[in-house]
């Protein structure tokens, strides 16, 4: 019970660290399949024309009979993500304390509003106070997507700092710096790539549609038009949350893990 309880705040050591993210990455995904699988074949999911959270909406269009499978994987990442965040706290402690709450705080923040994204699915219907259940469900997603955005930044900024100026990682048996740009150099391309279709996206279809305008015929929605492109929405969101979960679990496996939190005074 004890090492329950170690673990749980954070302190791994590295093989407990190993499977504990195999255990939860294969649960995840094995949750997610199991979702994508029970779709009903005749609304034809597909990540180039229907967003990642379709798979946990009951409305008809949908899942509706099946949906909560999603709701249950959103929710087993954003719990999962408590020691996963206080273990990184603990290798980041290292180079500073407050920075590494500061890091922590955005990785918690992101786990629950991945948390929220099951609890509130995508779909019509009032839930409270006049609000519907998708409105809920795109302010939670937002809360996620900034949580770990921010993490991703602010984390990337400290180990920059460490790796110039205070070399505190680096007195740390076996650790290499290298190790930790490589997640790094896996998602943002990704995230680069994303944001610059989707940019492009709004003055294609701006042209687009005053072209339409000025001939007199009709054009779609935004989402709609782009809907089977490379410019489309959920494909770029599916890419950049499948790569986004890749990412998170391979940064907390190349950071050291249980041990002395030497320099974090700073």
Not at 15 to 36: C, D, M, P, T
Not at 95 to 120: E, N, Y
Not at 129 to 148: C, M, P
Not at 229 to 252: D, G, H, K, M, Q
Request: contains cysteine; hydrophobic residues 55%.
């Amino acid at each position: 019970m004890d090492t329950v309880f170690r673990c749980a705040g954070g302190a791994f050591e590295p093989r407990e660290l190993r499977k504990y993210l195999f255990g939860l990455s294969f649960a995840y995904w094995l949750l997610i399949f199991a979702a994508w699988v029970a779709y009903p074949a005749e609304n034809r999911y597909s990540i180039m024309t229907h967003t990642f959270s379709f798979l946990g909406s009951f409305e008809t269009k949908h899942s509706p009979e099946h949906w909560w499978i999603f709701s249950i994987a959103m929710v087993l990442w954003g719990v999962g993500m408590i020691p996963m965040a206080l273990h990184i706290r603990r290798a980041m402690g290292r180079v500073s304390r407050w920075a590494a709450w500061v890091g922590a705080f955005f990785l918690l923040m992101g786990g629950a509003g991945i948390a929220l994204v099951g609890v509130f699915p995508d779909a019509r219907g009032v839930v409270f106070a006049g609000l519907e259940w998708t409105e809920i469900h795109e302010k939670v997603a937002v809360l996620a997507f900034a949580g770990f955005f921010l993490a991703y930044l602010w984390h990337g900024v400290m180990l920059l700092l460490d790796a110039v100026f205070f070399r505190s990682l680096a007195r740390v048996p076996g650790f290499s710096y290298r190790r930790v740009l490589w997640p790094y150099l896996f998602w943002t391309p990704i995230l680069c790539v994303a944001v610059r279709y989707l940019a492009a996206w709004e003055r294609i279809y701006a042209a687009r549609r005053a072209a339409a305008q000025a001939a007199g015929t009709h054009i779609g929605s935004s989402w709609s038009e782009a809907l089977g492109t490379r410019y489309s929405f959920p494909l770029w969101e599916n890419v950049l949350i499948y790569s986004l979960f890749v990412f998170i679990v391979w940064f907390a496996l190349a950071l050291p893990c249980r041990g002395t939190e030497a320099g974090a005074a700073r």
